[in-house]
């Protein structure tokens, strides 16, 4: 998990119009709704939520997520697993009330002395058994709905595949699931093929390209096209796109302040509700709403599921739901069960890629930004308002226009 941790498109729609009775058309209402659904069953929306983000449970609308991954569990000396004093059972008692299924995640990006040296210790061959015997234990007596490894780098060692193998028949014995996180463009030379078809899916974490490790290079730590890299590449390991779940960032990185530091999406709302909609403010890089709803709707086209990490780093205020990025991700799911009105930051123009003209919408002030928040284009009209993008470099912009009186919003792919 990201260094933080220790601190639209819309869908294509078919549009048609039908002439029934009321109760004809409620009854075709009820099966096109169920038919939605049922087409998402099988997508998975999971959120991490770290111990230190417990105190935030209430806040979260946890009924998003299909899987909360607990995030993290370490043995101490006796193989037994804690969670730093902060009790899982409210975590687990809401995921389930909520619909959610609980995982407890294992390790972490950091481990303290302590932990690598208990990891190390219970990893061995002799201490398996025993080791594991702990954690399916720990599972059922908190009602988890399976287990989600996070060893990641130095901390992956001969030990693990063996370990995966042997936790997943003590898992599958309780019909218990097993997931991973790992990296979005690296496979750990010790995983091997028969562990890596071990896991129910993985959680890819397509973040931290870079970071406070790498301050002499700025820039967006999550870009889009990242995101199809890291996809094809987990493609060419032999990982059918029905086992990985892309991974979304919901912090970002300040490259302006020394040493370079983390924030949660939040903070940029809270500065300025205008902040949602962009990918970068200064030095401050991020992914905005228009970017995490490409990235779901790339993550419903090529994969089975999207991961966010982490859930406690998304607005929470019910006043500013709008800007909610959890939200962003439900509405690309189910774009058809949402109200118009319960949506309207989302600006739909045309043609989308565009290399020429575009026709945009709406009745007022029009704003153009770049991928760095710049400015390039603001004008102004009464009515829809034809824009020549021809002179634009090819690349990704927001683009913001007034309709109904309120500001709405959509992502422009430049070619």
């Known amino acids: 998990m990201p260094y933080i941790s220790r601190l639209i498109f819309p869908s294509r729609n078919v549009q048609f119009i039908l002439l029934f009775s009321m109760k004809q058309i409620a009854v075709l209402f009820l099966l096109f709704g169920a038919g939605l659904l049922a087409a998402q069953t099988n997508f998975r929306v999971v959120g991490y939520l770290p111990t230190y983000q417990f105190a935030l449970l209430d806040d979260i609308q946890l009924q998003s997520c299909t899987h909360v991954n607990i995030a993290f569990a370490n043995p101490d000396a006796q193989g037994q697993l804690t969670t730093e004093g902060y009790p899982i059972g409210p975590v687990v008692a809401r995921a389930h009330q909520q619909g959610a299924k609980a995982l407890l995640s294992l390790a972490g990006g950091y481990l303290t002395p302590e932990w690598e040296a208990a990891w190390n210790l219970h990893l061995q061959a002799a201490n398996r058994p025993?080791?594991?015997?702990?954690?399916?234990?720990?599972?059922?007596?908190?009602?988890?709905?399976?287990?989600?490894?996070?060893?990641?780098?130095?901390?992956?060692?001969?030990q693990y595949s063996p370990f995966v193998l042997e936790l997943k028949t003590a898992l599958v014995a309780q019909d218990l699931l097993l997931t991973a996180a790992l990296p979005g463009g690296y496979r750990y030379p010790q995983i091997s093929a028969a562990a890596l078809a071990a896991f129910d899916w993985i959680n890819l974490m397509v973040y931290d390209l870079t970071g406070p490790w790498d301050p002499a290079h700025p820039g967006p730590h999550s870009p889009y096209d990242w995101s199809e890299q890291c996809i094809q590449y987990w493609k060419n390991q032999g990982v059918p796109g029905s086992r990985l779940t892309l991974g979304v960032p919901f912090?970002?990185?300040?490259?302006?302040?020394?040493?370079?530091?983390?924030?949660?999406y939040r903070n940029m709302v809270d500065l300025s509700a205008d902040y949602a909609w962009l990918d970068q403010v200064g030095q401050r890089f991020y992914n905005g709403i228009p970017t995490i709803r490409a990235k779901t709707q790339l993550a419903l086209d090529e994969v089975s599921g999207i991961m966010i990490w982490a859930l406690g780093h998304d607005v929470l205020e019910p006043s500013q739901n709008a800007y909610s990025l959890l939200r962003a991700i439900d509405e690309v799911l189910h774009p058809a069960l949402a109200a118009p009105e319960a949506r309207p930051e989302t600006l739909r123009f045309s043609p989308n890629p565009a290399a020429g003209q575009l026709r945009i919408p709406g009745e007022g002030p029009l704003r153009l930004y770049d991928p760095t928040g710049r400015l390039m284009v603001s004008a102004n009209a009464a009515g829809a308002l034809v824009l020549d993008v021809s002179d634009l470099p090819a690349g990704w912009y927001v683009v913001q226009r007034q309709v109904d009186g309120q500001w709405h919003s959509g992502r422009l792919l430049k070619q």
């Open 251 to 264: 912090y970002g990185y300040d490259f302006g302040s020394s040493p370079v530091g983390s924030f949660a």
């Open 130 to 158: 025993a080791f594991i015997q702990k954690i399916v234990q720990y599972a059922l007596n908190h009602q988890l709905d399976g287990v989600d490894v996070d060893l990641e780098w130095q901390y992956v060692n001969d």
